[in-house]
């Protein structure tokens, strides 16, 4: 079994309030989460109205797939429709 966990570090430089940055934050959340079937949360800077850090996961058998699938997610924030600046990601596999 191989466990995948990516932390990925975000600008929202549109957000002028903590209401806009959490409907931004949820939206994404509830697409990557539908679209890749991945475990997403958001675990930091939950009171800073311009940035969020998300943690992700994902199990599988194959270390390449759980990669794989990870990469994916990061490109979809980096190319998706929302107004974020991926600034930071890492992802571990154990």
């Known amino acids: 079994m ?3 966990v990516c932390r990925v570090e975000l600008r929202l430089p549109g957000n002028g309030s903590l209401k ?3 409907q931004t934050v949820k939206s994404m959340l509830a697409r990557l989460h539908k679209e890749y079937n991945v475990g997403i949360a958001e675990v930091g800077h939950q009171d800073v109205w311009q940035g969020a850090i998300l943690g992700i996961v ?5 270390a390449d797939y759980v990669h794989g699938l ?5 490109q979809t ?4 429709h929302w ?12």
């Open 20 to 22: 806009e940055k959490r």
């Open 58 to 62: 994902a199990v599988s058998v194959d």
């Open 2 to 4: 191989v466990v995948g």
């Open 83 to 94: 107004a974020v600046e991926v600034l930071d990601y890492a992802i571990e596999l154990v």
């Open 70 to 74: 990870l990469t994916r997610v990061v």
């Open 77 to 80: 924030i980096e190319n998706g």
